[in-house]
């Protein structure tokens, strides 16, 4: 057969490879084909981002209900309605129906081909039977999959994944989490909140959310204590064993009782429990995609410059965003890549010269948001002060308790705190974290002075509303200002 020739072909049609497609062509008479093996929309749409804060959101705002004098005394006697929560998830995703994200792709002259598509020579892609080839770029956006360790017996025991997290039918009453990371304390957060009677979080290291500042974890750790969460440091599995694992379909419990065997810190070895639920990272999705055929590993993350090039590579023709490359392992960040790659792409297609700070990807450098949605929120941006040191930077750290007027206003229990990590020859904020409910949409703020170098004396004319949680960003800088 001829090949089928495109300007454009992107393999993974997530959010990353929805906009590098879209941007590649947008305002042209350029084509694009985006090849999906599953879903339209990716993983975030239907199986990350989107259920979880689903989930999340219903357990926030009970909380919330309950320490709210003349709405506690309505709400304290119930918990959430676990069928209407599920249910809004599943209007969220859809039911996993992808047909909204297929017309969409249409109305952008983006042509979706269904099936596993495989590199099978220089800018050339392989879809079952047929042959695609691009004139201009190939785009490798396919993310990464769920990793489960192998250890003795866990994965015959059949365990969740962050999917069937997500993805809840059946709420299991005895719950073990291994990992302790974003996945592993946001689905005992929403778990637990459902209904799920014993959440135990087993964590090798020795605190939560390690990537953050330490007090991030801390008072995480705490919350989820306070409610009744076992949280196990310094704790390792050893082996695991299920009686009657059973391929029961996703987010419903897989067969019988699960037994772990533990090693470290932990008082009784064995913990039985209903489910086990695997947390313990992601694993790049390069497998079968042809590599080789074009000289690069199919193992590990795929390299990319920061035109999102695939490095070692002749013609400037091969480029990978979002997960799969490795950088930044977040969807806005992957649809950030994927808007400058697509720039990167049409610029190249018009023989124009990638001279503008648009087609270089920066932000994934040290300059990246995130918001953890436990109770309570984790948000932060840039790097943390021990990256800071690691890397030779002269920094110091503010830190205070958000303690102001908006956040006693928005609910009794508030608690939480906020740092900045400045650079002190430049008086620049590189890092930011805050911790507490509602943080989330603090962090815009901080991404915004740390991408534009604002510096502090700057800041301190940007006022914040009286009465807001926001009014912590004074408090930051009136500590600042304290003599030493």
């Not at 309505?74 to 929560?85: I, W």
Request: one cysteine or more; hydrophobic letters at 40%; a negative charge.
């Amino acid at each position: 057969m001829a090949p089928e020739e495109f300007d454009v072909i992107v393999i993974g049609g997530g959010p990353a490879g929805e906009n590098a497609a879209a941007y590649a062509i947008a305002g042209s008479d350029r084509t694009a084909a985006l090849v999906e093996h599953e879903l339209v929309g990716g993983e975030c749409s239907y199986w990350a981002c989107i259920p979880s804060k689903a989930l999340l959101r219903p357990g926030e705002v009970l909380g919330t209900a309950r320490h709210m004098p003349g709405v506690e005394e309505k709400v304290n006697a119930y918990g959430l309605d676990v069928e209407a929560v599920l249910a809004r998830r599943d209007d969220f995703t859809h039911d996993r129906d992808d047909s909204s994200q297929v017309l969409w792709a249409d109305a952008a002259g983006i042509d979706v081909i269904r099936g596993s598509a495989a590199l099978t020579g220089v800018r050339e892609v392989t879809v079952g039977g047929r042959v695609l080839r691009a004139r201009h770029a190939v785009v490798l956006a396919t993310g990464t999959t769920a990793s489960v360790p192998d250890l003795p017996g866990l994965r015959d025991a059949l365990p969740w994944t962050s999917r069937d997290a997500t993805n809840v039918r059946e709420v299991p009453k005895r719950l073990a989490i291994i990992g302790g990371g974003v996945v592993a304390c946001e689905a005992a957060t929403w778990l637990h909140e459902l209904g799920a009677e014993e959440v135990t979080l087993v964590v090798r290291g020795s605190g939560l959310l390690e990537r953050n500042e330490p007090f991030a974890g801390e008072l995480v750790a705490e919350k989820l204590r306070k409610h009744g969460v076992n949280v196990q440091f310094a704790t390792s599995v050893q082996s695991v064993t299920r009686q009657t694992p059973a391929a029961t379909g996703i987010g419903r419990v897989h067969g019988g009782p699960v037994t772990l065997t533990l090693g470290g810190e932990a008082g009784d070895p064995d913990l039985t429990v209903d489910e086990v639920l695997v947390a313990t990272g992601r694993t790049p999705a390069t497998g079968g995609l042809g590599l080789e055929h074009v000289g690069l590993s199919d193992h590990g993350y795929v390299t990319v410059d920061d035109h999102l090039t695939v490095t070692g590579m002749d013609g400037n023709w091969l480029y990978a965003v979002g997960d799969v490359n490795g950088r930044a392992l977040l969807t806005h960040m992957g649809k950030y890549q994927g808007r400058v790659c697509g720039d990167v792409i049409a610029a190249r297609a018009q023989g124009r010269a990638l001279d503008e700070p648009r087609f270089v990807a920066s932000a994934d450098l040290g300059q990246v948001p995130q918001v953890v949605f436990t109770m309570p929120e984790v948000a932060a941006v840039g790097r943390t002060e021990s990256q800071c040191r690691a890397d030779g930077l002269d920094v110091e750290v503010v830190t205070v308790d958000i303690n102001v007027a908006g956040s006693a206003l928005s609910r009794d229990d508030y608690s939480g705190r906020a740092s900045l990590v400045i650079d002190r020859p430049t008086d620049t904020i590189v890092g930011a974290t805050f911790v507490g409910s509602g943080v989330a949409e603090l962090v815009h703020a901080a991404t915004v002075a740390v991408v534009g170098r604002v510096p502090l004396e700057s800041l301190w004319h940007a006022v914040p509303s009286f009465p807001t949680v926001s009014e912590v960003w004074l408090r930051l800088l009136e500590e600042r200002r304290k003599p030493s």
